[in-house]
């Protein structure tokens, strides 16, 4: 079993940065591939980026490339995501969320998942 733990949201300006992390517990991260995704009101939850386990290789959504920044670090067993440039767009509940499989964008394909951490920006 992993647990994992979102923290850094709150609220920011358009244009502004914030810097999520999720922190691990129960098992090492550096068997998983790992993700970010965020859920709208109203919204089917989606995806915002990968990293697999060795960090190598990410993906990003189309609408945040450029913007945000996947990273890992797995001696503390911690992800990040930096954004920047946020939008009122981005306004969501983030999750990370674990894999043992193959890096993956869908959300069903995840085995492991956080609470969540609000994100709200205003214009």
């Known amino acids: 079993q992993v647990q994992l733990v979102e923290s850094g949201g709150g609220l920011v300006q358009a244009g502004g940065s914030l810097r999520l992390s999720c922190a691990a517990s129960?098992?090492?991260?550096?068997?998983?591939?790992m993700g970010w995704f965020r859920q709208a009101p109203e919204k089917e939850r989606e995806f915002v980026a990968h990293?697999?386990?060795?960090?190598?290789?990410?993906r990003y959504a189309d609408s945040v490339k450029g913007r945000f920044t996947i990273s890992r670090h797995n001696t503390n067993n911690t992800l990040y995501l930096q954004m920047n440039s946020l939008e009122p767009e981005d306004t969501a509940v983030y999750y990370c969320?674990?894999?043992?499989?193959?890096?993956?964008?869908?959300?069903?394909?995840?085995?492991?998942w956080g609470q969540g951490t609000q994100v709200t920006v205003s214009s």
């Open positions: 990293i697999s386990w060795s960090g190598g290789i990410t």
């Open positions: 129960g098992r090492t991260l550096n068997r998983y591939t």
């Open positions: 969320a674990a894999t043992g499989g193959l890096s993956t964008v869908y959300v069903s394909d995840y085995d492991y």
